[in-house]
Structure formats: C-alpha cells, structure tokens
C-alpha cells in the first residue's frame, strides 16, 4: 500500500503583500550570500536565501508588479516594484540552471532549515560583525 502524502507548501510575499508565492517542495541550499550583489540588492550584510527546484516555485498574485533586473550576464534578479522587496534570483546557465532561489526574509510560512551555509565571505562588509567576531 502507498501513502500519498502531499508536499508541504510554503507561502511567502513581499513587504506590501502585492506579490505572493508558494514554495511547493522542500527548501533547500538555505544559504546567506556575502557577495557585493546580494549586499546592494538587500541593502544588508548579506542576502538569505532558500532554492528549490523552479518548476515547484509559483507567483500565486501580484505578477503586474513584479519587475526584474539582470544583474550579471546570466543572473536575474525579481523584485516588487511597489515596495521594493528582493523576491528570488536566477542564474539560466551552469548546473544550477533548473533552480530558483528566493528571499527567505519574505516567506510567511514557518520554516527551520535543517542546515545552512555563508558563502563569498570574501566580501563581507568590514562593519560587519559576526557572533565569532564579538566573542573575541
């Protein structure tokens, strides 16, 4: 006999609540990004971010206001152009092509990752402290 359980389905929307989505998968490679590209699109430390397979990501509302920028030559980047906030970006080239990532400051839903990671900590910002930093 098989058990047909549903996914769990996470919601998320932008600061306005203009844009809304569903995450319909697990959330993975939970990741906070150092590079000077999540920092100005953030206009923070670094960007956090979930990824999950594209095709389990979905704009449920507000898509007349969603607008995009190409950040680099591959990548693009979608936000809410009432508010402002960072939604997800894209890279359509490499091996992660089939992935989204999203801002997991804007999901509704609880969630708790199972692990995380920082990465381009190369470009941490010199103001920026971490707890390690602060113990020493």
């Not at 992660?96 to 381009?120: C, E, M, N, Q, V």
């Amino acid at each position: 006999m098989s058990l047909n359980i549903a996914p769990k389905i996470f919601l998320g929307s932008c600061l306005c609540g203009a844009v809304k989505y569903e995450v319909r998968s697990e959330i993975k490679a939970v990741s906070h990004c150092h590079c000077r590209m999540c920092q100005k699109a953030h206009g923070a430390a670094f960007g956090t971010y979930g990824s999950v397979p594209k095709d389990s990501f979905l704009f449920t509302a507000g898509t007349e206001s969603l607008r995009s920028y190409a950040s680099s030559q591959s990548v693009r980047r979608t936000f809410c152009a009432t508010c402002g906030s960072t939604l997800t970006w894209h890279d359509s080239q490499g091996a992660w092509s089939s992935w989204i990532a999203f801002s997991l400051g804007t999901l509704d839903s609880p969630f708790i990752p199972r692990k995380h990671r920082h990465i381009h900590l190369e470009s941490r910002p010199s103001w920026h402290v971490s707890d390690e930093d602060a113990r020493s």
